[in-house]
């Protein structure tokens, strides 16, 4: 083990909450399997603080936890202490930040100051759900591409808007968003409040339900629609492929399973859950990422797993063309980008060796961020890469 890991269980647990805070949703649920893999050290002799309570969502007993965990690097010679806080620039408000201790570092899904940690999310029962399937389809029989997920709106980032339009009525790929259609507000914005009249044409006049979406209130929002090309004449063009539609988990994962690539982008969130689900069909010979206006820097263990290896890598603009490309290939010119995904899966899902390599990340953070950890400073920052 890289450094020495004192685990703590507060008093008040908490557990990581799903978007509509009703339910439990282990994707941020990263203590549990990194704890399992760690001999917990006394206190007095260890080098940083697991601590075990997830933070992301508010809950009646986050705020508890919280001062716990003050509490308790205030009477330990204020060793850092690592937690699980997804997301916090968009969810720490006032007092909140004051309470979190300033030699805190957390684990998050993208790095935007020197005290988040980027960790991949826990998708253990997305593996489990896999390896219960059958078989990948012979590649030859395969579709091109899946592309699924959130089409945000066009101020947080085009590139899914762009991807989405290249890609709905190409026959021999697999588009599905359940939100696309509310980028029909935008309508609001360049056509003087259209959008209503085109959902209802598109329904007809039983079903209104979808149409009554509010109008982006923002002008800055308006702006970044009114900038993207040809955004009017493409939105009305694609018809009733706006609609909502979903693929159910059973039917996402044998689908990732009988496509030749997997497309992924950026979302709400510079990072997104699907580089991990794309890599982990890739690990059960199923679809080979494509990672299409990815950064680098949102992949977790950048520096030990080279990325160029487990995914093809496009842009918005150019991924039909590199499609009509890819998908002349045959299984033995892919099969070395599978081959690597086998290799990395088990580090990305938290197995042993992933385990290991979460505190080899903390401890090297840690020691960049504050140097009287001579010792720490001295710890192999990654193995090398896979």
Not at 27 to 34: H, L, M, N, R
Not at 86 to 113: C, H, Q, T, W
Not at 334 to 348: F, G, I, N, Q
Not at 353 to 371: I, K
Request: aromatic share 12%; proline share 6%.
């Amino acid at each position: 083990m890289a450094c020495k890991v004192h685990i703590y269980r507060p008093r008040h647990q908490t557990l990581p909450e799903g978007r509509d805070r009703n339910s439990y949703d282990p994707q941020y649920d990263v203590f549990a399997p990194i704890a399992r893999h760690i001999n917990s050290t006394p206190l007095a002799e260890a080098d940083f603080i697991l601590f075990g309570a997830d933070l992301t969502f508010r809950n009646n007993k986050r705020y508890a936890a919280i001062s716990e965990m003050s509490t308790l690097v205030n009477n330990s010679r204020r060793l850092p202490v690592v937690f699980s806080y997804f997301s916090i620039e968009s969810r720490l408000r006032g007092n909140d930040v004051a309470k979190i201790p300033s030699s805190g570092f957390y684990f998050s899904e993208m790095v935007a100051s020197n005290q988040q940690i980027l960790v991949p999310f826990n998708l253990e029962n997305f593996t489990i759900w896999l390896g219960r399937l059958v078989p990948a389809a012979p590649w030859a029989t395969r579709r091109t591409a899946l592309f699924v997920g959130n089409v945000p709106q066009l101020y947080v980032s085009p590139s899914r808007w762009r991807i989405w339009k290249q890609l709905y009525n190409r026959s021999d790929v697999t588009v599905v968003s359940h939100n696309v259609w509310s980028l029909g507000v935008g309508l609001e914005c360049v056509r003087n409040g259209k959008w209503k009249e085109h959902c209802t044409q598109l329904l007809g006049p039983e079903d209104t339900s979808m149409c009554n979406l509010k109008p982006i209130p923002f002008e800055h929002k308006c702006r970044a629609l009114m900038r993207e090309p040809n955004f009017e004449h493409d939105f009305i063009a694609a018809g009733r492929a706006v609609l909502p539609s979903r693929l159910e988990p059973a039917e996402y994962h044998r689908a990732g399973l009988d496509h030749k690539f997997c497309v992924v982008a950026g979302g709400d969130y510079p990072n997104t859950r699907k580089y991990l689900e794309a890599i982990f069909f890739a690990s059960h010979s199923g679809c080979v990422p494509v990672f299409a206006d990815l950064s680098w820097k949102g992949l977790a263990f950048g520096d030990a797993i080279n990325y160029s290896r487990v995914a093809l890598w496009s842009s918005p603009q150019s991924l039909g063309s590199d499609l009509d490309v890819w998908k002349t290939w045959s299984e033995e010119q892919v099969r070395p980008w599978m081959a690597y995904a086998r290799k990395v899966a088990d580090l990305l899902n938290y197995d042993a060796a992933g385990g290991e390599q979460v505190v080899r990340h903390v401890c090297a953070r840690v020691a960049r961020h504050n140097g009287v950890y001579e010792r720490l400073s001295r710890v192999p920052a990654v193995p090398s890469q896979v």
